[in-house]
């Protein structure tokens, strides 16, 4: 079995991420068979690695049992040679294990750092549908090319194979790539070559950590991987979950508070829609998507003005969507109001077929509470995938921090704050968002301006 990635970087900094010399071929013995590792390309802006997994089948059926000569010929004529598998996963850990963990002594800051990468496997198990494969790898802002061939050209009455040539392209950390590939491959293959126990699902939870809560197919990925073990699957989903909030919306309503309490002298709050409004209004907009929409205060807003003719608020917790549904009565809207108004649940960490074809979409205080590594898979979600006309995009302003009277010294607005920038770090991040993806972008204050720390509030707006 095969698999090559493509890197957008110099092969001197593939090799300082790889934990490998580009210029030399390696072969590492495996319980199964050798894992070629070489580099068909090599350049200044592209490289290119590729591990080949020689599996032995028969030495595979022997290590399984001794009694071996009395199984079925099944198993040792099949397609795990050459078709992707729990045993490319276990090469992927044995051969990239340090890539796996992100860590490079020489290059750390670009191992943390989004690139370009391009996967390929030339077999991949598809017995479930392309849609299926696509539901798993989409999410995470992967874009998914695959080619179909028949089972044999002589015979096209045979149907189609049913494997795949599967192509993933995305901007991602080089350990997310290869962490997710790890995990995502065995559940394509719906098997295992090995026993599954306990320790499979401290693996998956391991490997799992930072994407796998939060993915639509969280359920049934976790069963596929534990190989449909149910009292593994139940044990591997309560821990998945156990983090959550049984109270979401109380506890969001009270961490609200306290960063609105901070803020209330300024009115900032009703500033930041004001400012959004106003927005949203120059560029004409007619259709507003608010991601993160959290109550509903600027659903309720662009509600309030017929010039909007859709409008949609999308957030991760229903229990918020239910107080912002609760905020916008749209069952007591008129039938003409009522049909303008819509909210959906889904994650902004993950591609989603509903938030294309709008004018506009506003994120006002949201990525301040994204983890930064996750940062990318917002970018290609909405600026690659979804591609508004206009994107409002707001953020606090770290500087402005120490002008608050309640707020001690090196504290966030918010205890769910991951991050709080300065005026120049979001300008270098909307800037590079901007250059990437076919966008303009202007820089606007919100609030009250001082002239050493700026406003409270930075806003970007970026034009396609």
């Not at 549908?129 to 009455?157: C, H, I, K, W």
């Not at 962490?179 to 499979?200: N, S």
């Not at 709008?358 to 994204?370: F, G, K, Q, R």
Request: net charge neutral.
């Amino acid at each position: 079995m095969l698999l090559t990635i493509t890197a957008g970087i110099s092969s001197d900094d593939f090799g300082y991420l790889l934990h490998k010399n580009p210029t030399r071929s390696q072969v590492l013995e495996l319980p199964f068979g050798n894992a070629h590792v070489f580099y068909p390309k090599l350049g200044s802006d592209e490289a290119q690695v590729a591990l080949l997994v020689d599996v032995d089948p028969v030495g595979l059926v022997r290590r399984r049992s001794p009694q071996a000569e009395n199984t079925a010929l099944a198993q040792y004529v099949n397609d795990r040679p050459y078709a992707a598998s729990s045993l490319l996963s276990v090469a992927l850990v044995r051969v990239f294990s340090s890539a796996m963990r992100g860590v490079s002594k020489e290059r750390q800051q670009l191992a943390e750092t989004a690139l370009p990468f391009r996967a390929h496997l030339p077999a991949v198990p598809c017995r479930d549908g392309e849609a299926f494969l696509r539901r798993l790898f989409e999410p995470l802002g992967y874009r998914v090319n695959t080619q179909r061939s028949l089972l044999d050209e002589r015979f096209p009455e045979w149907g189609e194979s049913p494997y795949v040539a599967l192509d993933l392209e995305a901007r991602v950390r080089l350990a997310d790539l290869l962490t997710q590939l790890y995990v995502l491959i065995p559940v394509l293959d719906a098997d295992k070559h090995y026993w599954v126990g306990e320790d499979e699902v401290e693996k998956l939870l391991r490997r799992g950590e930072g994407w796998l809560n939060d993915h639509p197919q969280r359920d049934i990925i976790t069963r596929r991987y534990l190989k449909h073990d149910r009292r593994l699957t139940q044990a591997a989903l309560a821990r998945l979950t156990e983090g959550e909030d049984p109270d979401e919306e109380s506890t969001g309503e009270l961490r609200a508070a306290e960063e609105e309490a901070i803020e209330k002298p300024l009115l900032l709050a009703q500033q930041r829609i004001d400012a959004v409004m106003s927005a949203l209004r120059s560029r004409s907009a007619k259709s507003v998507l608010d991601l993160g929409c959290g109550e509903g205060r600027l659903l309720q807003a662009l509600l309030q003005d017929p010039t909007f003719e859709r409008i949609a608020g999308m957030d991760v917790s229903w229990r918020i969507l239910e107080s912002a549904r609760r905020r916008l009565q749209p069952d007591r809207l008129p039938s003409a109001q009522r049909q303008r108004i819509e909210l959906i649940h889904g994650s902004l960490l993950y591609r989603d077929k509903r938030l294309s074809g709008w004018d506009a979409a506003t994120v006002v205080e949201v990525i301040e509470h994204l983890d930064p590594p996750r940062l990318a898979a917002f970018e290609r979600v909405l600026f690659e995938f979804a591609q508004p006309m206009v994107v409002i995009l707001t953020t606090p302003n770290v500087e402005y921090n120490a002008l608050f009277p309640g707020l001690a010294a090196g504290r966030f607005r918010h205890k769910d704050h991951r991050f709080e920038w300065t005026r120049a770090q979001f300008q270098t991040w909307s800037q590079a968002i901007a250059t990437r993806h076919g966008y303009s972008v202007q820089f606007r204050s919100v609030g009250p301006e001082d002239a050493v720390h700026g406003s409270p509030t930075q806003m970007g707006v970026f034009t396609r």
